[in-house]
C-alpha cells in the first residue's frame, strides 16, 4: 500500500487519487476474534489546502464477530474516515503537528498508509458487536435466547443496599 507521490509533489497533479484493497483474513485483539469477510476497500486524495499538504481516506469493510448479547455470529459493515496532515520525512518531535488527528510521514516520495489504515480500521470497530440494533440476548437466569423466545425467570434485581428493607414490606 505504498501511494507514489511524485506527480503530486513535483506540481504536475494538483490532486492526487488513489483506491485500492487491502486483504487481511482477522483480527484478535485481547481475546476479540474478528473475521473480516471481505478485503478492506479503501479510496482517498492527496491534496493541498493553506498551502499544507494533506491526505482525506475513505475506508470501508465488512466484519464477522460474535454478537456479544445473544452469541450468535454477527456479521456488520462499518465505514470510516480518516485524515490528515502529509510530512516529509519522520521527525525527532511532533510538537509542531499537535493540532492534527493523524499525521502521515512520506519518505522518497512514496507514502506507505497500511499501518494507518489498520490502526483506523481496529479503532472504527465497536466495543461490542451485535448481530443487531434491537438484539435481547439471553436470560441471565435460564440463558433462553430472547430474541426467540420468552422465558418465565422472575428477574428480582435487589440493590444490595436495599435489601434489608424488603423484609419491611412482607408478601401476602
Keep these: 500500500m505504498i501511494i507514489d507521490l511524485s506527480s503530486f509533489l513535483d506540481g504536475t497533479n494538483d490532486l492526487l487519487h488513489f483506491e485500492e484493497e487491502l486483504e487481511i483474513d482477522s ?12 478485503p478492506i476497500k479503501y479510496e482517498g486524495e492527496v491534496f493541498k489546502i493553506d498551502g499544507e499538504k494533506a491526505i ?3 475506508i470501508s469493510y465488512v466484519y464477522n464477530e460474535i454478537c456479544h448479547r445473544c452469541l450468535k455470529p454477527a456479521t456488520n459493515e462499518i465505514k470510516t474516515i480518516l485524515s490528515g496532515k502529509l510530512v516529509k520525512g519522520k521527525e525527532e518531535t511532533d510538537r509542531e503537528y499537535e493540532g492534527y488527528d493523524e499525521v502521515f510521514y512520506y519518505e522518497d516520495d512514496t507514502l506507505d ?7 483506523q480500521v ?3 470497530l ?7 440494533f434491537d438484539c ?11 430474541n426467540n423466545t420468552r422465558c418465565n425467570c422472575i428477574q428480582e434485581n435487589i440493590d444490595p443496599r436495599f435489601e434489608k428493607l424488603k423484609n419491611f414490606f412482607p408478601k401476602n
Design 56 to 58: 482525506d481516506i475513505r
Design 27 to 38: 483480527l484478535n485483539l485481547d481475546g476479540r476474534d474478528i473475521a473480516i469477510v471481505e
Design 126 to 132: 465497536p466495543m461490542k458487536s451485535l448481530c443487531n
Design 113 to 119: 498508509i497500511r499501518e494507518h489504515i489498520l490502526n
Design 136 to 146: 435481547k440476548g439471553l436470560c441471565s437466569t435460564c440463558g433462553a435466547d430472547l
Design 122 to 124: 481496529i479503532l472504527s
